[in-house]
Structure formats: C-alpha cells, structure tokens
C-alpha cells in the first residue's frame, strides 16, 4: 500500500519507524515530516493547517491509505476532504475530531455516555465563571474551550492567578477564539494515566496504558509542557483496570459518536485520573498522544500498517492488539527554555553512538539539517525510546543512550520511569515477602 503519513513530530517518527516495518506499506511518503521521518519516507511538503494544501497533496501522490497524526489537521476536517475523494484514512472527521477540539463538547458527549469525568461548567463571561470556582473551591482548573497547543489549561492554588487565566481568556482574548469560551472544572487528584484506543467507527481495542509527564521538571515541577517523557506499560493501571476503561469509556464514546452521525475512526484517546473513587476522565485527544506513542508503538508486535488499514476500512471487528511483554521507557530531550522561548541550530552530536546501545530508538521531533548538519529546530527535539526486560532495564537503557546525546542547553528530566521501577521493585518484594504486603515498610 502506498500510505501517506501527516505530521512532523516525535510521535509521527514512530509512526514511520513502524510504519516502515510494515508488511503491508509498500512505498511511504510523509509530509512535512523530520530528518528522523526521512530514514523511513520520502518527504513531501504540505500546510499542515490548510485542509485544502493537505488536499491537494493527496490528489497527486493518490496514496491507498493515509495516516494523520496530528490533531489540528483532523479538527479542521482534513480527513472529510480526503474521505470526500474516497480515501481511507485513519484519523477522524471533523466532526468527530470535535472531542478534542472542544472540551464542551467531549463534555456533552461523557454526559450522555455516562462516563464518570470532573464537574464542570462552560462560561463565557468572567463574574459567572468565578462564581462557580469560588463553589468548587481550589485548586482551581481553569481550561480555554478550544484548541491551545496544549497551553490553554492552567491549574492552581491562588485563586487571583485563576481569575487571571479567565481574564486572559474571556477578555484579553489571548487564545483567540479557543479561549472565547472557557471550561471550569473540579480538581482531580491522582495518578494520570493515557489510555487510547484505534476505532473502526464500530470497534474500539485499547492499547497497553501508558503515562506522560507533563510538566518541565523533575517531580512535575515547573510549567506544562507538551511531555517530556512517557513509559508503557503502567503498573497503576494493570490490565483489569484498562478493560474497565475501555468498557466504560473508550466503548460508550465510540457508540455515542456512531450513533449521533460522527463514528470515530482513528486513535482515541482518554486521559484518565486514577482517583480514590476510580477512573475519571480528565480529557480526550482525537490522535495518538505525543510522547507516549513513542513508548508504545516499540512495543506493539501487531502490524501498524495494518492495524491502520483495518480501522480506516471499518474492519476492526475480531482483530487484536499483541504487545511485548518488555517495558518501554522513552526520554524526551529539549531546547534550552523549552516550554517557553528557545533559540535552535544548535549541532546535535552523538546520535549513532546512542541507537547503538540494545533496545534503543532515537525519534527525532524538532530537528532540521543545515549545511549537511543534524541541528535542533524546536522546543521538543528528540525522544529516547528503550525497551528492557524490566522497567530498570529499559529506564537504564533509555539514560544511557540520552547521555550519549548532547547539545549546547540540552535539557531532560532524569526522573522519567522511577515511578514505574518503584512500583516494579515493591511488587517483587511483595511477592518475595507475601505476608509483609500489609502496612507501612513492607520489608520483614
Ligand atoms: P490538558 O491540556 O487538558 O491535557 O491538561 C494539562 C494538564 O493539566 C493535565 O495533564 C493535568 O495534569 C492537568 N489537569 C487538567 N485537568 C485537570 C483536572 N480536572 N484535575 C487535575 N488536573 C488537571
Ligand atoms: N501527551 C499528551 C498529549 O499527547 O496530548
């Protein structure tokens, strides 16, 4: 199958990487894509933003499936276009998008799929929205309604920066017209865990759970990112609970959305807070996340291509996901600011050295070649993913490798996995000690 993938950054590298390994993808093409995406695909250029631009490439390369990764494509209905020629395409129309595109909607739609999620209340006008923060209590989560790169929620304790985030919103209007509504909602306290699920339309099969860090630094300190880190599978979220999940989430979406006229076809995916009173939904993304593609896809044994081609043909039904029984741990290395302002083209050395270590691959997200030089060109650069037998391993494995790479102001957490190897190292001195699993210090 000639495919064509969309996108340009460390998530839609491992999608190449597995696309590549598909037996099914005999020619792929991506756009705008990366360096990293180069080692797989040839590269077309493309306005990712412009439906029409995303359109016309498809005409001439007239690909047998197409992959979309990112989600602002999708929102604004780039996947119609291509449907409207008669292609098949994993990734959502328009309308379906709209569970990520606008987080009133995703509300609506949970309300009348039942599905447990935080109390909350669309506003428009500032006095109202404070009214019902003030009723919640803090910490306050104040979120723009639409679209924000990932920067339209601010969660906090001070109830002046709250009223300050809805001001920015309702009347600096510094979101544009994705902050002209904005969303309130109750704090949710636990571990967040990313589960997604490839939809038919019809079927829905979640994938292996896997967790992102968000935010800047270690022991999520500092601002919100985009993520700088992910591993797979989740020890908080063992496999009872994903099919939990995915019957009372993934399911009731998929069949609120065929049955209003917008079947889902593509990644959908639920951000979950594992809360005292269990699983509630946070958010929904319409697309695989960024960084935790870049821990699951090495560990999917599934074919991706096909997997992709059974969704965008509506033949899911029967299918299944198989996954390695590995860990993966996958390390996200930024520019000097990242998240706020960087300067690029700063010369990356050490990538070959690095993917030589077992396990190890290196996706490229914010990098560009200059004068025959790999050289960073965004905030987020490169993701180190690793697979081990253990969280240990792959965790060892993945630092090891994203020593080896350096720049001038490269910065990473060094805590991404610990959770995980905790969690691995407790339930082996569980079982080692069974009768000391009660209470505090569970070591006889
Ligand atoms: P989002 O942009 O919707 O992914 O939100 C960014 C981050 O804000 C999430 O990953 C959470 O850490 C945090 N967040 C969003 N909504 C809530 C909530 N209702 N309760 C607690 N934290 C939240
Ligand atoms: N990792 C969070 C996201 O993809 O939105």
């Not at 009347?171 to 544009?176: A, I, K, T, W, Y």
């Given at each position: 199958m000639r495919t064509l993938l969309l996108g340009s950054g460390g998530r839609e590298s491992a999608m190449a990487w597995a696309l590549g390994r598909s037996?099914?993808?005999?020619e792929l093409i991506a756009a705008p894509g990366n360096p990293g995406v180069a080692e797989f695909a040839a590269l077309a250029e493309v306005e990712l933003d412009s439906p029409s631009s995303v359109d016309a490439l498809a005409g001439r390369i007239d690909p047998q499936l197409v992959v979309i990764g990112p989600e602002a494509p999708l929102v604004d209905g780039a996947a119609d276009l291509l449907r409207a020629r008669g292609m098949k395409v994993f990734g959502p129309d328009a309308d379906a998008a709209l569970i990520e595109g606008s987080k009133s909607f995703a509300k609506a739609v949970m309300a009348e799929a039942g599905i447990a999620t935080a109390t909350a209340r669309t506003f428009t006008t500032v006095a109202e929205a404070v009214s019902f923060m003030d009723e919640l209590g803090p910490p306050f989560v104040i979120k723009a309604d639409g679209l924000a790169s990932g920067k339209g929620v601010v969660v906090t304790e001070d109830r002046s920066e709250a009223i300050d985030a809805l001001e920015d919103r309702l009347?600096?209007?510094?979101?544009?017209d994705a902050g002209r509504r904005v969303v309130v909602e109750e704090f949710l306290s636990g571990q967040e865990v990313s589960i997604i699920g490839v939809s038919d339309g019809r079927t829905i099969l979640a994938c292996d759970p896997a967790q992102d860090y968000k935010r800047a630094l270690d022991e999520d300190n500092g601002p919100n990112t985009g993520g700088m880190g992910s591993y797979s599978p989740v020890p908080a979220c063992p496999p009872g609970r994903v099919e939990e999940i995915s019957q009372e989430v993934l399911n009731p979406v998929v069949d609120v959305l065929a049955s209003d006229g917008s079947p889902f076809v593509g990644a959908l995916y639920a951000g979950v807070v594992l809360t005292e009173s269990g699983p509630r939904v946070m958010e929904f993304n319409a697309r695989w996340g960024d960084p935790e593609t870049q821990a699951l896809l090495p560990r999917l044994r599934t074919d991706f291509g096909e997997l992709c081609a059974a969704c965008a043909v509506g033949e899911l039904a029967g299918a299944e996901l198989r996954w390695r029984k590995e860990a993966c741990v996958s390390v996200v290395l930024a520019s000097a600011g990242y998240p706020g302002r960087y300067v690029g083209g700063m010369p990356i050395h050490g990538l070959e050295d690095a993917a030589g270590i077992a396990g190890v691959e290196v996706f490229q997200a914010g990098t560009a070649v200059r004068e025959g030089d790999l050289v960073t060109a965004g905030g987020r650069v490169l993701s180190v993913s690793a697979l081990g037998d253990n969280f240990e391993q792959a965790r060892n494995r993945a630092y090891q490798a994203a020593s080896r790479i350096y720049w001038d102001g490269r910065q990473m957490r060094s805590d991404i996995g610990a959770r995980a190897v905790e969690s691995e190292s407790l339930s082996r001195s569980m079982s080692a000690h069974p009768a000391s699993g009660e209470g505090r210090g569970a070591t006889k």
């Open positions: 037996s099914v993808v005999s009347v600096r209007g510094v979101f544009g």
